[in-house]
């Protein structure tokens, strides 16, 4: 009997899903600027760090995202120093 070892498809299906979690961390910075951004902030630095670490070839989007999910976190701590709140309405 004749056995073949399997083709290793982990590189391309790794940078692959490296592309699709800088893009979710872009959407995550971005939303989080606007709504929950306790929760978006956090997840949109955690993809964009991720990745970075695995490769991607979107570079610029997981930096954005690294970069809004950062600013997510300084609009949190900016809106809880001056409102004692985390929530904001525009134009108040």
Same mark, same amino acid.
């Given at each position: 009997?004749?056995?073949?070892?399997?083709?290793?498809?982990?590189?391309?299906? @790794?940078?692959? =899903? +490296? =592309? *699709?979690?800088?893009?979710?961390?872009? $959407?995550?910075?971005? /939303?989080?600027? &606007?709504?929950?951004?306790?929760? &978006?902030?956090? /997840?949109?630095?955690?993809? *964009?760090?991720?990745?970075?670490? @695995? *490769?991607? @070839?979107? @570079?610029?989007?997981?930096?954005? *995202? /690294? &970069? /809004?999910?950062? +600013? =997510?976190?300084?609009?949190?701590?900016?809106?809880?120093?001056?409102?004692?709140? $985390?929530?904001?309405?525009?134009?108040?």
């Amino acid at each position: 009997m004749d056995t073949v070892a399997p083709a290793r498809t982990t590189a391309p299906a @790794r940078r692959s =899903d +490296a =592309d *699709g979690t800088a893009v979710a961390s872009f $959407i995550l910075g971005l /939303l989080g600027t &606007f709504v929950l951004n306790i929760v &978006f902030g956090p /997840l949109a630095i955690t993809l *964009g760090a991720v990745a970075l670490v @695995r *490769g991607t @070839r979107r @570079r610029a989007r997981a930096l954005l *995202g /690294l &970069f /809004l999910g950062i +600013a =997510d976190i300084a609009i949190l701590a900016t809106l809880i120093t001056t409102h004692q709140s $985390i929530s904001w309405t525009p134009g108040f």
